[in-house]
């Protein structure tokens, strides 16, 4: 016969072992899940981005656009219109 002492010591050490990496594999995701400070949110499209343009021409227009700055022949058109 077979000694189930032996063999439950092992089964226990197994179960402990398994318990542990479990809880170091958490860890490190909670980690990694941290260091993401953008995580659940979408990346920043680059589709409006020609690029034929030089940075220095996209960044410049940019900063026109976003402070309201249209040519005179667009704000024309939308008179038009």
Known sequence: ???TK?????INANISYLKFRVLILRHELMII????????KPLKSSS???PYVD?????LN????????A???MT???EIK
């Open 76 to 78: 024309l058109e939308s």
């Open 1 to 3: 016969m077979y000694s």
């Open 55 to 59: 940075s220095h021409s996209y960044r």
């Open 33 to 40: 899940v941290g260091l993401l400070s953008g995580s659940g």
């Open 62 to 69: 940019s900063v026109l656009i976003n402070n309201g700055y």
């Open 71 to 73: 040519p005179q022949w």
């Open 48 to 50: 409006d981005h020609n």
């Open 6 to 10: 032996g063999q439950s010591t092992k």
